[in-house]
């Protein structure tokens, strides 16, 4: 049996695989936070949740994507613009009440003096027929970026074990699209079920 030292980097084949160690998010600072919102804002074709969680998400890595999920399930639940409140939420948690207000203001502000220019301009040529007709292909390219942020959104659901999720969410979808039943009292029946049998689940 040799005695000789073992070679550098030699792990023996029994040895455990050493973890990897994943950083902590960089928190933003509050320009960061104002320059991200209003690029979004600005950015926000066909609604500004895809390009919220493009950014948050994919691009800048502030967030995994199961805390964007829980993050805008929760401003769901708020009252309010569900991404106004996501703004004032994440800012929040990262940069305080400054944080919160830098990123509402970058998200409300460019979008505002845009919309009153656009908004003045749509009074004057609205009416003209080739423009009907181009607002007709925006709108189904909207809903095409929607769809695709669903499935986006979704992913981390289906990647964790099957619970009540996913039913909760096939519910939700029957009752309200499906069946036209009003959406308030489908929530006030849903989120106490949901809340209920996710604790359950996790116990």
Do not use: H
Not at 67 to 82: K, M, R, S, T, V
Not at 152 to 169: D, N, Q, V
């Amino acid at each position: 049996m040799s005695d000789a030292p073992p070679t550098p980097g030699f792990r023996p084949a029994s040895a455990p695989e050493p973890e990897a160690v994943v950083p902590p998010p960089i928190a933003p600072t509050l320009l960061q936070l104002f320059v991200a919102f209003a690029t979004v804002s600005l950015s926000g074709f066909g609604g500004v949740l895809a390009w919220s969680r493009r950014t948050i998400v994919e691009q800048r890595k502030w967030m995994s994507a199961e805390e964007f999920n829980d993050l805008y399930a929760l401003c769901n639940f708020l009252p309010g613009p569900n991404v106004v409140n996501l703004s004032v939420v994440f800012g929040r948690r990262f940069g305080g009440i400054p944080g919160a207000v830098t990123a509402l203001l970058g998200l409300i502000g460019p979008s505002f003096i845009m919309v009153t220019v656009l908004s003045l301009l749509y009074a004057r040529y609205g009416s003209i027929e080739a423009l009907q007709r181009m607002f007709m292909a925006v709108a189904a390219a909207a809903a095409g970026l929607t769809i695709s942020t669903v499935v986006k959104m979704s992913e981390p659901i289906l990647r964790a074990p099957l619970g009540p999720a996913p039913a909760t969410a096939v519910a939700a979808f029957v009752a309200v699209g499906v069946l036209r039943w009003p959406l308030y009292e489908v929530l006030a029946v849903l989120i106490p079920v949901s809340i209920a049998l996710a604790w359950w689940w996790r116990r």
